[in-house]
């Protein structure tokens, strides 16, 4: 799946440059006017990426040429995906509610709890229920039910695959981050000017996190393709969508 993931990079070069200068960019505006508008902007261009992985999987080509062959079922792709999103905001606030209560707690303690129990709640409900995200748009087996079915099935070798695309790449990201701000302060803007390492930095980590993201994206739409013993529409078919 490593391989196919590097191959839909490759081939869509132009789309991750795209995704990976407007995180970068929208983190330069919320330093520079003091707002949080990161959020939003990364979790809408996170699943267009991860919805264009999937159609290419599915057809076997680019993103470009995958898009033709049929509309892509943005709406219906975002309602599943938040609803995953709050699935795993749900599993990860339970056992961070006796933190909560406790006096006197550091917030970096707080901090790092928090994120292992994110960690932990996004591989579970993805290896569980994340081939209901490539069945939308394909449309064979497409409830959730279906997809809880699949992921039980396969959940011990899908967690784990999930676990390493998601964990590698944030880890050695936060490593980049961390030893480019030695050099020039931990921020994106100094006195008013661009910090160049960091920036630098930022676009090597989120580069990382985006083969992360699509290494997941693959493994989700591989597991639903076997499952439900889908293959890739052959070549006369594809002439066929495109005559």
């Known amino acids: 799946m490593l391989k196919q993931t590097l191959s839909i990079i490759r081939n869509n070069l132009a789309f991750y440059a795209m995704v990976i200068a407007s995180f970068v960019g929208i983190a330069i505006f919320d330093e520079y006017s003091g707002k949080s508008t990161s959020v939003g902007v990364v979790l809408l261009l996170s699943c267009m990426l991860s919805m264009n992985v999937q159609n290419s999987v599915l057809r076997n080509l680019n993103f470009t040429a995958a898009a033709k062959v049929g509309k892509l079922p943005f709406r219906g792709y975002m309602f599943r995906s938040l609803g995953l999103g709050l699935l795993v905001l749900f599993l990860m606030a339970l056992p961070l509610i006796p933190l909560l209560g406790a006096k006197g707690i550091d917030k970096a303690y707080f901090g790092l709890w928090a994120m292992l129990a994110f960690l932990v709640a996004f591989c579970i409900i993805f290896s569980l229920l994340g081939t209901w995200l490539p069945a939308s748009i394909h449309g064979t087996k497409a409830g959730i039910g279906d997809a809880l079915r699949r992921g039980v099935a396969r959940f011990p070798s899908t967690i784990s695959l999930v676990f390493l695309g998601l964990t590698l790449p944030l880890v050695a990201g936060i490593i980049v981050v961390i030893f480019a701000s030695t050099f020039g302060g931990p921020g994106m803007l100094v006195n008013g000017h661009l910090n160049i390492p960091v920036i630098a930095a930022s676009l090597i980590s989120n580069g990382l996190q ?34």
């Open 210 to 243: 985006a083969i992360g993201w699509t290494y997941i994206s693959v493994v989700s739409v591989r597991r639903y393709m076997e499952a439900e013993q889908i293959g890739p529409p052959s070549g006369a078919e594809l002439l066929t969508v495109f005559a």
